[in-house]
T-cell receptor, first 113, second 112 residues
Framework: EAGVVQSPRYKIIEKKQPVAFWCNPI?????LYWYLQNLGQGPELLIR????????DSQLPKDRFSAERLKGVDSTLKIQPAELGDSAVYLC???????????FGNGTRLTVT | KQEVTQIPAALSVPEGENLVLNCSFT??????LQWFRQDPGKGLTSLLL?????REQTSGRLNASLDKSSGRSTLYIAASQPGDSATYLC???????????FGQGTRLTINP
């Protein structure tokens, strides 16, 4: 079984530039999550999807962050414009259902200079 | 609001020792609790998931327990090996919130 796939693995951009991250969840997993992880901290939820519907986006900074999950499979997380404080690892996870174990991708490490 | 705490932040032990990692949570209305392992530069790997109706789960040398009344979970690692070196994170999901809240993790080093 293929795991959660994220790309790119690393991204370096200048502040005020846009950036996008892509996630392909495990096949058949209806629930998809985007987490942000700062160095030395646990992940923090940004948004959770049930199929194509964003059911929890309360922690997503909507002035600069956006996400979509067209057709309820792949998902894209976008930041525009990026700020220095956005430097972190962005993790995508999926689960079969809301109460099932989460499976994480390797993440995208973003550096904003 | 659920808060999850892991102490200590770092732990170093000799190879072969049995050890316990601690996780505490503030909201006892917990739906499930999950333990993860994270290697440097990698994502999280799920180790064990304990449902609220369960008290413990075992996988190989790992045993996780859940005590909702005291707001605590422990991860027991038997006969530790250098390959066990990683950061271990616990995360709790509260009934109704459906959001997994993570602790900060314990960075474990097993010395040969």
């Amino acid at each position: 079984e293929a795991g959660v796939v994220q790309s790119p693995r690393y991204k370096i951009i200048e502040k005020k530039q846009p950036v996008a991250f892509w996630c392909n969840p495990i096949s058949g997993h209806n629930t998809l999550y985007w987490y942000l992880q700062n160095l030395g901290q646990g992940p923090e939820l940004l948004i959770r999807y049930e199929n194509e519907e964003a059911v929890d986006d309360s922690q997503l900074p909507k002035d600069r962050f956006s996400a979509e999950r067209l057709k309820g499979v792949d998902s894209t997380l976008k930041i525009q414009p990026a700020e220095l404080g956005d430097s972190a690892v962005y993790l995508c996870a999926s689960s079969l259902a809301t109460g099932s174990p989460l499976h994480f991708g390797n993440g995208t490490r973003l550096t904003v200079t | 609001k659920q808060e999850v705490t892991q102490i200590p932040a770092a732990l170093s032990v000799p190879e072969g020792e049995n050890l316990v990692l601690n996780c505490s949570f503030t909201d006892s209305a917990i739906y499930n609790l999950q333990w993860f392992r994270q290697d440097p530069g990698k994502g999280l790997t799920s180790l064990l998931l304990i449902q609220s109706s369960q008290r413990e789960q075992t996988s190989g040398r790992l045993n996780a327990s859940l005590d909702k009344s005291s707001g605590r979970s422990t991860l027991y690692i038997a006969a530790s090996q250098p390959g066990d070196s990683a950061t271990y994170l616990c995360a709790g999901k509260t009934q109704g919130a459906q959001k997994l809240v993570f602790g900060q993790g314990t960075r474990l080093t097993i010395n040969p």
